[in-house]
């Protein structure tokens, strides 16, 4: 079992950057591909982001493609989001999770996933 917890979350003008952290414990982290997820009031969990176990491999959603970056260190356990050029459509619940290494291909699927941290509120003001 893999315990997971985001931190680096608030709120931040329009244009500002956050730097998210999801720090794993529990079984290895690296036995895993990461993923980072949001959803905004009243709608459903988005991808955004993920990267593979050896931190190769990203890929991002159209939305956030070029003002975030996925990035691990496995030595530390932590994931990290790094968002720079926010906008108010940012604003959401981010959750960062784990799915099994060989599931590459299936990274975009929420329900794949199969541990979940309790996410942390990133609000973007205009």
């Known amino acids: 079992q893999v315990q997971l917890v985001e931190s680096g979350g608030g709120l931040v003008q329009a244009g500002g950057s956050l730097r998210l952290s999801c720090a794993a414990s529990?079984?290895?982290?690296?036995?895993?591909?990461m993923g980072w997820f949001r959803q905004a009031p009243g709608k459903e969990r988005e991808f955004v982001a993920a990267?593979?176990?050896?931190?190769?491999?990203?890929r991002y959603a159209d939305s956030v493609k070029g003002r975030f970056t996925i990035s691990r260190d496995n030595a530390k356990n932590t994931g990290y989001l790094q968002m720079n050029s926010l906008k108010p459509e940012d604003t959401a619940v981010y959750y960062c999770?784990?799915?099994?290494?060989?599931?590459?291909?299936?990274?975009?699927?929420?329900?794949?996933?199969?541990?979940w941290g309790q996410g942390t509120q990133v609000t973007v003001s205009s």
């Open positions: 990267i593979s176990w050896t931190g190769s491999s990203q």
């Open positions: 529990g079984r290895t982290f690296s036995y895993y591909a």
């Open positions: 999770a784990v799915i099994a290494r060989d599931q590459w291909g299936s990274v975009l699927l929420a329900d794949r996933y199969l541990y």
